[in-house]
């Protein structure tokens, strides 16, 4: 009886597990919530409370520096993860709706990004464009968020294909829809929430990195967290804080975004 | 090859799956006409290629080796989108994204047809199958028994020339399937469309079709009308698959079949040559042992008495296998009764009894 109570072997239930877990979670998020505790002070410090106040807050949306480097990050994003996610939509069809010989090879390509070092594609990428004489810049930095984006967009996509019945498309083709029909009024309508909640996945990808930006981005190109880490450079003020949490918190959203989507409607 | 009298001609059809040693053939050497107007039913047990012939005719995969000819027209390479052919799926694999209208008018809009043509067909597709005031539901929003009735509609909202329904009422229960059968065979009259019918239930392929095709192994067993398959069943296979016949094993001798423990039934055939004897468990009389008459099988003892309702059924033992007697109802209430144990003789009706090859 005892082996077969799952309860019992739930490895919830081991002595001390809470408590450990409970740690692990307040050690992790700890500076996230420091960083947006003093983002709300009222004084100069980053370490020394002088009351609460959207005085940084206010600073930052009154820099228009800021505000460059963040439009930069979010036409960034929005083209690489759009982009990213045609990519991926394509190679998911063929991936699962096709018979693609050495499927565990093309798997392993489509997913480099997310096994080489970035530092690596960082350099790499930056060696290559200027050998071909692309430069820095947004084009190059198009480029490569699009490349690093393609891993994130593919699985929720794949992932919906996969669970998506393949007679649907057949029945289609039964009833007369030529292919690019069948495509356009059954698989993508059905593919809607993977496509979507992939290419908000790419977008806060593309919308949080910092090592390839920082090599790739040139004097017009610089994107909100290369912008952030330059900051510092000048002296941490509480600014930093409250940008960084603005980003948190868009982060996040979008997250939780693509995390209600892709649960709805399966 | 130009005969325009048959909805679909297949010659010497095969599909194999895989290659070299795990090669396996779904379906070998399929010969048939499938006529005109006719109700034609594919009957046979699960994997034994039912689904595959179906694909093959929709388009959906194509021939190893072989030929397919829609009403005299080579259909080699021709995708799905144009053979004059619809399919009811298993599943009934409906759009869960489209209400019941556009469900059912999805082809018609896929053949371009205006907007009025295809208000008013659906409007007909739903009438007749009974789904009036379910237009703007989903899918998702339907019992098993109007997604069935839906996917009908769908499939032939655009007039095909045949319509293929693989195991449509397999997913209903006793009582809708029982309904269906009879809605779908009147159906059929009315519109003359050609129906190509998968089951694996032997009462409803006896019930609906016009011809039966009996198939196992991938290869097609028998072909007939419900009487021939039932009442002259070609060989063990489909003795046994259709209406569960007893198949004694028995040798020929001098004066007929010999059969251990039943004695000698009058038959002609080569001496010495192994033989299966076919009967069916509700062409046999049951009598007490004593009044023995020439002709009579047994004596045999009863093992087992089965108290199913409408029937009354027995099993016997005392020869080579054991053996099935079933009473109906209506000879049951002045027929004799037995218990395990009893001594008891059986006797064939005139013709019941049918010699197959071993
Ligand atoms: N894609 C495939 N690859 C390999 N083998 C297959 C494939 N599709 C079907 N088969 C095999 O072919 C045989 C026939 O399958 P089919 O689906 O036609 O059976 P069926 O008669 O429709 O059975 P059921 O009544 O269970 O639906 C089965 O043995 C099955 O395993
Ligand atoms: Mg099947």
């Known amino acids: 009886m005892a082996l077969l109570d799952t309860r019992a072997r739930d490895i919830r239930n081991l002595p001390g597990v809470g408590v450990t877990a409970a740690l692990a979670v307040a050690f992790l998020y700890a500076p996230i919530l420091f960083l947006m505790l003093y983002s709300f002070n009222d004084g100069r410090s980053i370490s020394r409370l002088d009351g609460l106040s959207f005085r940084w807050y206010r600073a930052v949306f009154a820099n228009e520096e800021i505000g460059g480097a963040a439009l930069n990050s979010v036409l960034l994003a929005v083209i690489a993860a759009s982009l990213a996610t045609v990519m991926a939509t394509a190679a998911a069809l063929a991936m699962v709706r096709m018979r693609v010989r050495r499927k565990a090879a093309t798997y392993a390509v489509l997913n480099f990004p997310l096994m080489v070092p970035e530092i690596v594609t960082a350099i790499a990428s930056l060696i290559f464009f200027s050998a071909i004489g692309l430069g820095l810049g947004f084009g190059s930095l198009v480029i490569a968020h699009t490349t690093f984006c393609i891993p994130f967009a593919y699985l929720p996509i794949a992932a919906r294909l996969t669970s998506m019945d393949a007679g649907l498309e057949v029945a289609a083709a039964d009833l007369y829809a030529r292919p690019l029909r069948r495509f356009a009024l059954i698989t993508l309508p059905l593919l809607a929430p993977g496509l979507l909640s992939g290419w908000l996945l790419a977008f806060i990808v593309s919308l949080d990195d910092f090592i390839i930006s920082s090599m790739l981005s040139g004097p017009g190109s610089t994107t909100l967290p290369v912008h952030i880490y330059s900051m510092l450079r000048l002296g941490i003020t509480p600014e930093v804080n409250a940008v960084s949490s603005l980003m948190v918190l868009a982060s996040a959203l979008v997250v939780i975004l693509s995390g209600l989507i892709s649960r709805r409607k399966t | ?358």
């Open chain 2, 1 to 358: 090859m130009q005969d325009h009298g048959d909805a679909c001609r297949l010659t010497g059809l095969g599909r194999t799956y895989g290659r070299g040693a795990s090669a396996h053939h779904a379906l070998g050497g399929i010969d048939l006409a499938i006529r005109a107007n006719e109700f034609f039913t594919l009957l046979g047990p699960s994997g034994c290629g039912k689904t595959t012939l179906l694909r093959l005719i929709a388009g959906f995969d194509q021939p190893t080796v072989g030929e397919i000819a829609i009403f005299g027209r080579n259909v080699a390479g021709m995708p799905p989108e144009d053979r004059p052919v619809n399919t009811v799926f298993q599943h009934y694999a409906l759009f869960p994204h489209l209400t019941v209208a556009e469900n059912v008018g999805f082809a018609l809009r896929m053949l371009g047809r205006p907007r009025t043509e295809i208000a008013a067909t659906v409007a007909r597709m739903v009438e007749l199958v009974g789904l009036e005031g379910m237009e703007k539901r989903r899918p998702d929003q339907l019992s098993g028994g109007q997604k069935q009735r839906v996917a009908l509609a769908r499939a032939l909202a655009p007039g095909p020339k045949i319509l293929l329904l693989d195991e449509p009422l397999s997913a209903l229960d006793a009582k809708l399937r029982q309904r269906m059968r009879s809605e779908l065979k009147a159906l059929q009259r009315e519109t003359g469309i050609t129906f190509v019918f998968v089951t694996h239930d032997q009462d409803e392929a006896l019930a609906m079709s016009d011809r039966i095709a009996v198939m196992q192994g991938g290869k097609v067993q028998q072909l007939g009308r419900p009487e021939e398959i039932y009442e002259a069943p070609a060989n063990r296979f489909v003795a046994d698959f259709i209406g569960g016949a007893n198949l004694i094993p028995a040798r020929m001798g001098p004066e007929g079949a010999v059969a251990e423990g039943l004695g000698t039934i009058p038959a002609t055939g080569t001496g010495g040559a192994e033989v299966t004897l076919a009967i069916r468990p509700e062409r046999l009389a049951i009598l007490p042992a004593g009044g023995h008459q020439p002709g009579d099988l047994g004596p045999l003892t009863v093992a087992e008495r089965i108290y199913m309702g409408n029937e009354l059924s027995f099993r016997l033992e005392g020869a080579a296998v054991p053996l099935h007697v079933t009473l109906p109802r209506g000879g049951l209430r002045g027929a004799l009764d037995f218990a395990p144990g009893d001594r008891v003789a059986l006797r064939p009706e005139a013709g019941a009894i049918r010699l197959l090859a071993s």
